[in-house]
């Protein structure tokens, strides 16, 4: 006779039984009437260990999810086929195949969106059963369990199958006073995203919309309306964000790098119709502005044309002798203004106290005052030449930068992908 003291909710109770033998085998059927035998270890000593031979196939990968409480392991409801069945060998080994539908818990990192590869963590362990109870090995190489993997692998979606790594963990147990400890077998799976989609999707309209605000720089700021043409892209560009929003991943630690080129693209397409507003003002109403401030004459006129290999044009005055006659000439001011002195002086002595001299004299009064004028009128044009200089300096400048943007960002694009595919 034995006595089991068993606990309750509100009490303890104790149930009799009655064994025809004192062995395992009558203890275990005087029991099947008190409880779930499956609970019970298969050993025939309970100090035994179980030990469980673990590997998997990979059937199909379904999607990749990020929670935000990553999780060692986390399943969902299992909606899978149940197969009621095991494999019994005469060796003893039980075989039990049952698929599973397992949702497993990733850390994303998506900063080379669509260019990334995530690791996704498979861990099996008993979360009853310590080390002296279950132990958990490797049932096949990874190599074996990879190459399987591949070769039934049933979908062929977003997540392209890398390579599958495993690892041998302890954890300790859930009470820190005890030393005992819980076996586990951790399976990594390496997955690469086929960014060929977001590619084609992406990054090519988004690559095509810029180049060809790119060579809008080419359409001469004086003869046509540039800004108009600037707004409708970026008012395209912007309806394409709209459009691919739900296209770009919206949980993860980090921004994308691709969010990140959409930006600077965006922001790049304002400052070049802010700049194409910026010239076709100076176009118009540069000859009324006041002249060009000594800082952004260094700055822009010498420095960054320079840069861009528009050097400033060396200021002349000049003005134009005998306009009547068929052959124009032209000569500086100040041989004018001799020519002119030293015609009145001549006549100054030759003829004096003639009536002609104050003819001359109102003469010279007005050649001066023309002299003043013309004087006034290239100071005027080389005030809007000046602003104008700017504006070209300008519009050169920011085409360098768009060049060196689209350039930098292809060979980025390139290297990440290139990247991708030799992990």
Same mark, same amino acid.
């Given at each position: 006779?034995?006595? !089991?003291?068993?606990? %309750?909710?509100?009490?303890?109770?104790?149930?009799?039984?009655?064994?025809?033998?004192?062995?395992?085998?009558?203890?275990l059927a005087a029991l099947e009437n008190v409880m779930k035998l499956y609970s019970?270890?298969?050993?025939?000593?309970?100090?035994?260990?179980?030990?469980?031979?673990?590997?998997?196939?990979?059937?199909?990968?379904?999607?990749?999810?990020? /929670?935000?409480?990553?999780?060692?392991?986390?399943?969902?409801?299992?909606?899978?086929?149940?197969?009621?069945?095991?494999? @019994?060998?005469?060796?003893? @080994?039980?075989?039990? %195949?049952? /698929?599973?539908?397992?949702?497993?818990?990733?850390?994303?990192?998506?900063?080379?969106?669509?260019?990334?590869?995530?690791?996704?963590? $498979?861990?099996?362990? *008993?979360?009853?059963?310590?080390?002296?109870?279950?132990?958990?090995? +490797?049932? =096949?190489?990874?190599?074996?369990?990879? =190459?399987? *993997?591949?070769?039934?692998? %049933?979908?062929?979606?977003?997540?392209?199958?890398?390579? !599958?790594?495993?690892?041998?963990?302890?954890?300790?147990?859930?009470?820190?006073?005890? *030393?005992?400890?819980?076996?586990?077998?951790? $399976?990594?799976?390496? +997955?690469?995203?086929?960014?060929?989609?977001?590619?084609?999707?992406?990054?090519?309209?988004?690559?095509?919309?810029?180049?060809?605000?790119?060579?809008?720089?080419?359409? /001469?700021?004086?003869?046509?309306?540039?800004?108009?043409?600037?707004?409708?892209?970026?008012?395209?560009?912007?309806?394409?964000?709209?459009?691919?929003?739900?296209?770009?991943?919206?949980?993860?630690?980090?921004?994308?790098?691709?969010?990140?080129?959409?930006?600077?693209?965006? %922001?790049?397409?304002?400052?070049?119709?802010?700049?194409?507003?910026?010239?076709?003002?100076?176009?118009?109403?540069? &000859?009324?502005?006041? /002249?060009?401030?000594?800082?952004?004459?260094?700055?822009?006129?010498?420095?960054?044309?320079?840069?861009?290999?528009?050097?400033?044009?060396?200021?002349?005055?000049?003005?134009?002798?005998?306009?009547?006659?068929?052959?124009?000439?032209?000569?500086?001011?100040? *041989?004018?203004?001799?020519?002119?002195?030293?015609?009145?002086?001549?006549?100054?002595?030759?003829?004096?106290?003639? &009536?002609?001299?104050?003819?001359?004299? =109102?003469?010279?009064?007005?050649?001066?005052?023309?002299?003043?004028?013309?004087?006034?009128?290239?100071?005027?044009?080389?005030?809007?030449?000046?602003?104008?200089?700017?504006?070209?300096?300008?519009?050169?400048?920011? $085409?360098?930068?768009?060049?060196?943007?689209?350039?930098?960002? $292809?060979?980025? @694009?390139?290297?990440?992908?290139?990247?991708?595919?030799?992990?």
């Amino acid at each position: 006779m034995v006595t !089991i003291v068993s606990p %309750a909710p509100c009490l303890r109770c104790k149930i009799v039984v009655n064994c025809t033998n004192p062995n395992t085998i009558s203890l275990l059927a005087a029991l099947e009437n008190v409880m779930k035998l499956y609970s019970i270890r298969p050993v025939m000593n309970l100090s035994t260990p179980t030990n469980i031979s673990m590997y998997f196939t990979l059937y199909g990968i379904l999607g990749v999810s990020s /929670p935000y409480f990553i999780l060692s392991y986390s399943m969902d409801e299992n909606r899978a086929p149940i197969v009621p069945y095991v494999y @019994i060998k005469h060796t003893g @080994i039980v075989r039990d %195949a049952n /698929p599973v539908r397992v949702v497993s818990s990733c850390n994303l990192e998506i900063y080379a969106f669509p260019f990334d590869v995530q690791n996704c963590t $498979f861990t099996f362990r *008993s979360y009853i059963h310590r080390v002296s109870d279950i132990r958990i090995v +490797l049932g =096949k190489k990874v190599e074996d369990i990879l =190459k399987r *993997s591949i070769s039934v692998l %049933a979908t062929e979606g977003e997540w392209e199958l890398m390579d !599958i790594k495993y690892s041998k963990l302890k954890l300790s147990s859930f009470d820190q006073g005890e *030393s005992n400890s819980y076996d586990e077998l951790c $399976f990594f799976i390496i +997955l690469r995203r086929r960014a060929t989609l977001y590619v084609v999707n992406l990054l090519i309209p988004s690559c095509f919309l810029i180049t060809v605000d790119l060579f809008s720089f080419l359409l /001469p700021p004086q003869n046509v309306d540039r800004s108009s043409f600037k707004m409708t892209l970026i008012l395209g560009y912007s309806v394409f964000l709209l459009i691919i929003n739900n296209l770009l991943p919206v949980t993860g630690s980090t921004i994308p790098l691709i969010n990140v080129f959409f930006a600077i693209c965006l %922001a790049l397409m304002v400052a070049s119709l802010l700049e194409t507003i910026l010239i076709t003002n100076l176009l118009v109403g540069s &000859s009324n502005f006041h /002249p060009v401030p000594g800082w952004v004459r260094v700055l822009v006129l010498r420095f960054m044309g320079t840069l861009v290999w528009m050097p400033q044009k060396s200021r002349e005055d000049k003005i134009i002798l005998n306009p009547v006659a068929g052959d124009v000439k032209v000569c500086p001011l100040v *041989s004018v203004e001799r020519q002119v002195q030293t015609a009145e002086q001549g006549e100054m002595w030759a003829e004096a106290g003639d &009536s002609a001299l104050a003819e001359l004299r =109102k003469l010279g009064n007005e050649l001066q005052s023309i002299r003043i004028q013309v004087a006034q009128h290239v100071d005027g044009n080389q005030i809007s030449q000046d602003w104008m200089q700017v504006g070209y300096i300008l519009d050169r400048l920011l $085409f360098g930068v768009y060049c060196i943007f689209i350039t930098f960002s $292809f060979i980025v @694009i390139l290297s990440i992908w290139s990247n991708s595919y030799n992990q």
